[in-house]
């Protein structure tokens, strides 16, 4: 259109500098300007993806930083398995030095950053961190014998020689279980697991079975502050 507009211009309206001027063909005109328009269009389209590019990176960067680390998610976004359990001693397989590890999955479309510092996105089959377990120390010494012993026994001191008090033992014997008193006292502590074995072990209880939590105040113990009236 432009070609055309231009050469229908008498040669009589141009300039005195522009009369002898050679007007290149109409094809010629249009095929640089469709060069033009496709260099142009090139340009804008790599314009373009360079700047998606940025806002993608800068994205990218943005959400790996404030990704938390997956040992520091929340009551919710994860799920643990339940430890293997030892038949024998009844706490789990992997208990040293009274702790044991089981392995947690984050919850689907979780994304936290793993212990290599690689950001993950979870969808609830993978294992993402493990997390530690109190577990007790056991010798050998159940809690079932201990109570069966006390109550059928203890007026011979059996319970006191099974938890290695020989002496406690051996005065019960003598004593006909201190008259009974002896016995019925025995017996009470060692069903609220009080008295225990004698080399300071836990007595082995079902690992989902009655247990006995003993609750300590420490310095790390959290106190709530009393407002005085």
């Known amino acids: 259109m432009v070609c055309r507009a231009f050469l229908v211009l008498h040669r009589s309206e141009f300039p005195a500098c522009c009369k002898s001027m050679k007007v290149p063909p109409c094809h010629v005109i249009e095929g640089i300007m469709a060069s033009s328009r496709r260099r142009l269009l090139c340009v804008r389209s790599g314009a373009l993806s360079l700047l998606f590019y940025c ?51 984050p919850a689907p479309n979780i ?28 010798s050998g010494y159940s809690y079932k014998v201990a109570v069966a012993l006390s109550l059928f026994l203890g007026w011979l001191g059996a319970d006191r020689f099974y938890l ?49 939590t003993r609750l300590s105040i420490t310095n790390e113990t959290f106190r709530k502050p009393h407002h005085s009236l």
């Not at 024998?88 to 392995?103: F, G, H, I, L, Y």
């Not at 212990?115 to 056991?138: A, L, Q």
């Not at 019960?172 to 004698?198: E, N, R, Y």
């Open 55 to 105: 806002v993608y990176s800068h994205l990218q960067l943005v959400l790996s930083e404030e990704a938390e680390n997956c040992q520091n998610l929340r009551l919710g976004q994860y799920k643990c398995n339940d430890p293997k359990i030892d038949e024998s001693t009844q706490e789990p397989e992997n208990c040293r030095d009274m702790t044991a590890w089981v392995e947690c999955l």
């Open 111 to 138: 994304s936290c950053r793993l212990s290599n510092g690689t950001v993950f996105r979870f969808s609830g089959d993978e294992v993402g961190f493990n997390k530690s377990i109190p577990c007790r120390n056991v």
């Open 164 to 212: 290695g008090y020989p002496a406690l033992g051996l005065l019960k014997f003598c004593t006909v279980g201190f008259c009974g008193i002896g016995t019925l006292i025995d017996f009470i502590l060692i069903a609220m697991q009080i008295v225990g074995p004698a080399d300071g072990s836990n007595y082995i209880v079902d690992y989902y079975g009655a247990r006995l």
